[in-house]
């Protein structure tokens, strides 16, 4: 792993997305940072309270407002760009609205940084939604067939990003996530989050088609190491890489494991309903290049991520 040869602090960086589930996971992961980073956020999802008492200057604007990306840029050398219209289902009732954030929002950035002269534009991207229903693993060879639009609006960030390291020499990163969970993920659509709230309020569980279809469900912890690395190696620019664990889990065997960790004494009943349009049935992904060029060696195992998740969601007041 070949570190990069410039040292960051607070100052140099601009987070997109940055007070939402996975940018307060990140700031914390990079502690102690000298000086003071930038979160850009337009608090759709996010809360600004998160950021009490961490070394971020927050600015409440919007990625597509291009004055407003140009001014939170100003000074920066690293962009990490989390800010993103997530979920399957709403990019299938909203396309539009998906790609206007997610497509737009992304060009904006990018524009900003060649502007700004950014040293490194890191992009948050998705490993099943692009590649749509394969055969796992899913590796970054494989070719492209999003079945939803929020896995079309990813693959044209990635895109953008991989032709703006050709034409401008803007060294881009796209890395894929897989199913991230965890602590700070009130507002997050996917299923680890959504039913610790619905246990959290005593809800009943709904589980879309029979349950066996499956996920890699990686802790947000994990995946910040993954990014702060990215901040700092050599990494062939322009190119996707996938994060994940290497492991499929159905959907079935997470609320089991999730049962076990509230008890099933306090657990809801579980109802069975149509599979959505544009899901995915099966995915899990291949780290090979991550482990490659990131040192990346996810450590948490899915029953413990669960437990942290589940103690964060229950201080929730």
């Known amino acids: 792993?070949?570190?990069?040869?410039?040292?960051?602090?607070?100052?140099?960086?601009?987070?997109?997305?940055?007070?939402?589930?996975?940018?307060?996971?990140?700031?914390?992961?990079?502690l102690p940072i000298k000086g003071v980073l930038r979160v850009l956020d337009n608090l759709s999802a996010g809360k600004a309270q998160d950021l009490d008492n961490l070394p971020a200057e927050l600015i409440v604007a919007d990625i597509r407002d291009r004055q407003a990306v140009d001014e939170a840029m100003a000074g920066a050398k690293i962009?990490?760009?989390?800010?993103?219209?997530?979920?399957?289902?709403?990019?299938?009732?909203?396309p539009h609205m998906d790609m206007s954030i997610n497509v737009q929002g992304t060009l904006n950035l990018l524009e900003a940084a060649?502007?700004?002269?950014?040293?490194?534009?890191?992009?948050?991207?998705?490993?099943?939604?692009?590649?749509g229903d394969v055969d796992p693993p899913v590796?970054?060879?494989?070719?492209?067939?999003?079945?939803?639009?929020?896995?079309?609006?990813?693959?044209?960030?990635?895109?953008?990003?991989?032709?703006?390291?050709?034409?401008?020499g803007l060294k881009t990163i796209s890395l894929r996530f897989s199913n991230v969970y965890g602590p700070y993920s009130y507002?997050?659509?996917?299923?680890?989050?959504?039913?610790?709230?619905?246990?959290?309020?005593?809800?009943?569980?709904?589980?879309?088609?029979?349950?066996?279809?499956?996920?890699?469900?990686?802790?947000?912890?994990?995946?910040c190491q993954a990014i702060a690395a990215a901040i700092q190696v050599e990494i062939p620019y322009g190119q996707p890489i996938q994060l994940g664990t290497g492991r499929?889990?159905?959907?079935?065997?997470?609320?089991?494991?999730?049962?076990?960790?509230?008890?099933r004494e306090n657990f809801p009943p579980v109802?069975?309903?149509?599979?959505?349009?544009?899901?995915?049935?099966?995915?899990?992904?291949?780290?090979?290049?991550?482990?490659?060029?990131l040192n990346f060696s996810p450590q948490t195992k899915l029953i413990d991520g669960l437990k942290q998740t589940c103690e964060w969601f229950q201080k929730i007041p």
């Open 79 to 94: 962009v990490i760009h989390l800010a993103a219209h997530t979920g399957v289902a709403d990019s299938v009732a909203d």
């Open 271 to 293: 109802t069975y309903l149509p599979t959505r349009p544009g899901e995915v049935q099966r995915n899990f992904v291949a780290i090979s290049r991550a482990r490659k060029y």
């Open 187 to 223: 507002h997050k659509g996917s299923v680890v989050a959504k039913f610790f709230r619905q246990i959290q309020a005593g809800e009943q569980l709904s589980i879309y088609g029979d349950g066996e279809q499956t996920r890699d469900f990686l802790f947000v912890k994990d995946l």
């Open 1 to 30: 792993m070949k570190q990069s040869g410039f040292e960051f602090e607070g100052k140099d960086l601009l987070i997109t997305g940055g007070a939402g589930f996975i940018g307060v996971n990140l700031i914390r992961s990079l």
């Open 248 to 263: 499929e889990t159905s959907v079935n065997k997470l609320v089991d494991l999730m049962r076990q960790t509230v008890g």
């Open 139 to 168: 590796h970054e060879e494989m070719s492209p067939h999003p079945v939803s639009p929020y896995g079309a609006s990813k693959l044209a960030g990635e895109g953008y990003c991989s032709a703006f390291w050709g034409s401008y």
């Open 114 to 131: 060649v502007s700004h002269k950014i040293e490194r534009f890191i992009f948050a991207s998705t490993g099943g939604a692009i590649v």
